[in-house]
Every structure is written in C-alpha cells, then in structure tokens.
C-alpha cells in the first residue's frame, strides 16, 4: 500500500479522500492556490504545497506544477478526485512518465472515454444502445445547425469533453440554434480547452440512471449497482438517490451488463461511472462514461457499507477487487443532496461570500456530510459554489426522504446565498415523493418549488422582533456598565412609561413584502400584532448563547435561533420550526433609498469577466431581454434589462474583469 499520496484537488472531494487516506494510514499532501491559503483541505493534510494563483489555468489545471509538487513531497501516487485534470490523458501521462502511479484508469481509457463523441462510436461498436444524433468531427457551425435540424428539434448541444452541465445547451427551436451554439463553444473552451461539440436529439421526460463500475489490474470487473440523477437543474445534477426507484432485476442486470461491458470495452481500470438516458417505458441510451470517481458516489458507499476510496487505493497498488458480483448487495435507500451557494429564486445565480454561520445536522450512521468549508471560510468566486453534500440512508426510500428533510431543517448557512429550503421543497414535492422522476422535474414542479411570494409565519416575525428587543436591551446594560447613574431611566431600554405602556411598530421586509409589526411593552412580555393577529410573546437567550432563543407565544412554546449579519444587524435570518427565513430590518434611524431609486441598475452579482455584449447601445429593450454575459464560477450568467427602457452605454468591454457590485450599463428606463 502507498505511504503517501497527493491529492490534485480542492474542497470536499479533497477532504473526502484525506479522510480515508488517514484511516489507512497513508499520509497525504495537498495542494493550493492563493484562494485556497487557508482553505480545510489544505488544513487536514499532512502537508501542503502552494501552486499557483487563484484561477484553475494557473494553478488546478498545471500539469507540471502538481507533478512537480509530488516528487517534490515524495508522493507515490495522485488521486484526481473529480473536474480538474481528473480525466485529463495528458495528466495521466505525465504520472506515468514521472512514475507517478494515477489513482484513476490507464491512459488509453481515459482517451477513448474522454471524447463524448468517440466514446459514442466505441459504443455504438460494441452493440450498447445510442442516443440519436450527431456526433462526427465536423464542427462547422451551418453544418451542426444542419445536423440538429434533421434530428429535429428539442436538440442538446453538448461538449464532447465536458461534464457537470458545463457546455451544454436544449435547443427547441432552429432559429436559436446559432447563438446556443457559440455560447455552448465558448463555456466548453473556457472549462475543459476543447469546444468540439456534439449533438443529440432531447429525449421527452428522461430519466438520468448511471451504473457505478469497479475493475482492476487482473480483469475483473463488476457493477455496484445504479444511481437516479433525474433531479437536475441548468443541466446539473441536484439530488440524487440509490438505487433507482422502480428498478427491476432484470432491468438492472441488462444496464449493468451494458456497463460492464462498455468498461471491459477500453481495459478499464478503477472506478467509473456508465451514464445512461432512460425512457419512461424502460429502454435506455448509452449518454457517456465518466473516467473518474463521481460526485455523487456517497449514496452507493450507503447502500453497499463499502468505501470507494479505499477500493481505488487498493486496485491501484494491484490488489484484486475486495468482492465479487455475486458478494454486492444493495441494503436499503440513500439519497444526496447537494448544498450549493446559490440563490434559486435568481435563475440559481451563484453566491460569494464568507460563511459566517454554519451549522450542520448531528452526524450518524445514517447522516453524513462531505463538505469542504467551515464556518468562517469563504465561498471563492474561482470555483464551484458547492458547500456541501449531504446523505442520508434509510430502510426504504420514503424513510430515506422523510430524514432529508429533518436534515435539511438542521442544516444553517448565513452568509451567502443557498439552496436548503429549496431542497426541502424538493423533498417535499409530489412528483418527487411519488417518485415520478424525469430531468424536467423541477421545471414542472416550478411553481411549488419556486413560489414567487413565501409565506411569512407569525412566529418567524416575532421571532425576529423578540431578538431584536432582547439585543437591545443587552447592548444597553452592557453601555450601562461603569455609568455614574446605571439606574438612570435614560439609560436602561425597557420601556418604562409613568402611565402607558410604551408601544412601537418594528418593520421588517421579506422579499418586496413589508411586515409591520405592532409591539405593546408589558411587565415581563410583549403584546404583538401583525395582521390582525394579537399575542403575548416572551422568552429569552438560551443559557450561553447570544442567537437562539425560547420563545413563547401564547400557550405555545418554541427555540428558534435569529444570525444577524449586516453593519447595522439589519438581515436576520430566522431559523424555527425547520425551516428558514431571510427578513430586513428596516430602521427608521437610518436612511434606506428605495428600491424605485436603483430600478434602472444592473450591477455584477459576482466578480467575473466580461465576455460577450448582446445589445445595441442606443437601443430600446423590454423588460428580460438579454444584455451581456459574464463568466463566473466556471459558469456563464447572462444578464437582461431590469425594465423597459433604453440601453445608454456599457461600462465594461469584453474580457474586463469586474467585481461584485460594479455597475455593468448606463440603463434609461422609461417612466
């Protein structure tokens, strides 16, 4: 077995491995840019070594800095983890070459697979069922237009080398063929180097179903059953389980047959993934063969009790898989959900940012969470905006579901932008509580998973306004402290009045909706109304804590815990009950210009680059349509009109950076 290995990743894949790693008694270097200085990865391993600047294409993505890292720390191996130079043939060969073992598949299978479209071909050799489309190497832009107009539309666009929805675009419609085309170029260029592309015909409520495969060096290969990643937005998986729910055996044997023999196909060695698109009626299209360890491979560990990292390590020093087909057996359901930092009521437009609260659900058996930050980190604009996976299993699936969603409820982030509560709807859902799975899900469910107004409880906004009292109250006797007259009416903020009770009306907003609450100081409660509703509210600080609370309202008794965050504290996020709210405290001691003064802004929701500009100076645009495009987070965002009016001028050119914030356009709206 090795002694030591260099991971060539980041975040919690990284983590992930080290984990292992350290319970086999293997030590692990790892490696950084300068936005991951002080990132947990580089605080687990054993070592450390810098690589470059911040941007992956100086610093993840050199070849020759990780290998020189790992002689450098006397590495006998590299684990790739996934993205990155994970299934990157040049990366292999250089290990090789170096004499560097490759914690991944030889050279020629990473060559073979590494292709969407030449892996298309090899299988489409070996009888395994394909996809209709077009996947040659002409890559003329009116002959692809061509191509996808005889399949007929819905069409993807796809990068033959891509991955993760990255340089991948549906196309309904010809006539938007041209644009989707060079977008889906220039994001497959900018994330993998290659903007060959292939195209396939859409297939109508599609089922994302993938066999995970393990071989070794001695020709053994088996399948450790199927994963559903049906559940998808931008492309993108979101949740996903194992096994598939409506399954059969002998569905299964005929999709992990097809899997094991499209591995066996290339001398596969290691772990992989055999993606498949199925139809509703079970018949199944080989998608592409991922050469690597997946995101998503938490929920077969689940339902097998193995740990593929251990298995990878093992067969890459030689050793025979720890099992034969006959030995796997799949005990009970897992899912995983993947927490990212993004806002889904914006399109799910991610988020930067530091995590200044962070509170993860209590870790079982049966809960887990893979995650690379912890609370005060940041969420870097240069990489991916995950926080975190989260995995349950239980005895069947609906256990399995019923415990994501208490774990969702105990999962808190403050500071950026995320993705919980709109993974506890998901949960919640009909289609996916039934089952009734397809990768249009979300769109379909739309309207439940992304209500345009959420409701606001009573208790959230007492809950707020409680802590907000109570904070007061506790600046004030810490303010009090060493006064010559602490007992001083002017300096004790309790609400004494001679005759009246003293009353106040606390404003909050929750999204564009104002929530005004009337608050009636008494003895040792509240009175407090919000839409004709009246109760006596009291409660307190848990012993120690200066966020969560007891809270009492009328005969109900509840804890509920408020993270301010602001200069002036003015966005609470509430947490109660399992779920989550986000509300603006809205002080009339200082001065907040309204919404209606920034109509016509369009500022950077993140730093990125300026790459493409879809409008005419001068021109009159409607309300949404698109004005340019910025990359960010490995990602292309496009940004439209905030209203009706007239574009003046643009603040930036393609290829200028801009930073959070920056005011993109000169934008006229019409009154």
């Not at 070794?216 to 049906?230: A, I, M, P, T």
């Not at 991916?384 to 969702?408: C, F, H, Q």
Request: net charge negative.
């Amino acid at each position: 077995m090795f002694k030591k290995i260099l991971i060539a990743n980041r975040g919690e894949i990284a983590c992930r491995v080290i984990k292992t790693a350290r319970r086999m008694g293997i030590q692990t270097v790892a490696v950084y840019s300068d936005a991951d200085a002080k990132a947990r990865h580089v605080r687990l391993a054993d070592e450390a070594v810098h690589i470059g600047p911040s941007a992956v294409r100086e610093s993840y993505l050199v070849i020759e800095k990780i290998i020189a890292a790992a002689k450098a720390t006397g590495a006998e191996a590299i684990h790739p983890g996934y993205g990155f130079l994970s299934e990157n043939e040049d990366f292999c060969h250089a290990c090789d070459e170096a004499g560097i073992v490759f914690i991944g598949p030889p050279v020629f299978a990473i060559h073979a697979m590494g292709s969407k479209s030449e892996a298309k071909k090899l299988m489409g050799e070996a009888g395994v069922p394909l996809t209709p489309g077009y996947h040659g190497d002409n890559q003329d832009p009116e002959y692809l237009h061509g191509q996808a107009d005889a399949i007929q539309y819905p069409v993807l666009i796809k990068a033959a080398a891509g991955g993760g929805g990255k340089g991948m675009r549906l196309v309904e419609r010809s006539e938007d063929f041209p644009e989707a085309l060079i977008s889906c170029k220039r994001e497959a260029i900018s994330s993998f180097g290659d903007d060959h592309v292939l195209i396939e015909k859409y297939i109508t409520q599609p089922r994302h179903i993938e066999i995970q495969v393990f071989a070794d060096k001695l020709g053994n290969c088996v399948y450790l059953f199927e994963r559903d990643c049906s559940v998808q937005r931008r492309h993108q998986k979101v949740l996903e389980e194992a096994p598939a729910p409506g399954m059969t055996l002998e569905r299964r044997a005929a999709m992990g047959k097809a899997a094991v023999e499209a591995a066996k196909a290339v001398g596969y060695v290691g772990a992989g993934t055999v993606e498949f698109i199925a139809n509703q009626d079970g018949t199944f299209y080989f998608m592409e063969m991922n050469t690597r360890l997946q995101v998503e491979h938490p929920v077969t560990e689940m339902i097998t009790g193995l740990d593929l990292v251990e298995w990878q390590l093992k067969v890459a020093t030689g050793l025979p898989l720890p099992l034969t087909q006959d030995q796997l057996q799949i005990k009970g359901h897992a899912m995983e959900a993947r927490i990212y930092a993004e806002d889904p009521d914006k399109g799910f437009l991610p988020s930067t940012g530091r995590l200044i609260h962070l509170s993860t659900p209590v870790l079982s058996d049966d809960v887990r969470v893979d995650t690379g930050v912890e609370e005060g980190d940041e969420i870097s604009p240069f990489y991916d905006p995950m926080i975190a996976k989260l995995i349950v299993w239980g005895e069947d699936r609906d256990t399995a579901r019923l415990k994501m969603i208490r774990a969702l409820a105990d999962y808190q982030v403050v500071g950026v932008a995320n993705n919980v509560s709109f993974l506890t709807r998901l949960c919640e859902c009909e289609s996916f509580a039934n089952a009734n799975l397809d990768t249009g899900l979300i769109e379909r469910e739309k309207a439940f998973l992304l209500p345009v107004q959420y409701e606001t409880p009573f208790e959230t906004v007492a809950l707020a306004a409680l802590w907000k009292l109570l904070e007061e109250k506790r600046c004030s006797d810490a303010l009090r402290v060493g006064l010559a007259d602490a007992t001083s009416p002017w300096s004790i903020s309790d609400g004494w009045r001679l005759n009246f009770p003293a009353k106040r009306v606390m404003k909050f907003r929750v999204g564009e909706v104002d929530k005004p609450l009337t608050v009636v100081y008494q003895r040792d409660c509240f009175d407090m109304e919000m839409d004709g509703q009246l109760f006596t509210v009291k409660g307190g600080f848990v012993a120690g804590s200066v966020h969560e609370l007891q809270i009492n309202i009328g005969a109900f008794s509840v804890k509920g815990k408020v993270i301010a965050q602001g200069e002036y504290q003015e966005k609470l996020h509430v947490f109660l009950k399992g779920e989550s709210h986000v509300l603006q405290w809205i002080d009339p001691l200082h001065y907040t210009i309204s919404d209606h003064d920034h109509a016509g802004d369009v500022l950077a929701p993140m730093p990125g680059k300026v790459i493409a500009l879809l409008a005419e100076v001068g021109a009159r645009l409607e309300k949404g349509k698109p004005l340019m495009v910025l990359e960010a987070m490995k990602m292309e965002h496009t940004l439209h009109a905030p209203a009706t009016g007239t574009l003046k001028a643009y603040r930036f050119a393609v290829g200028d950076q801009v930073k959070d914030g920056d005011e993109l356009v000169e934008f006229e709206v019409e009154s």
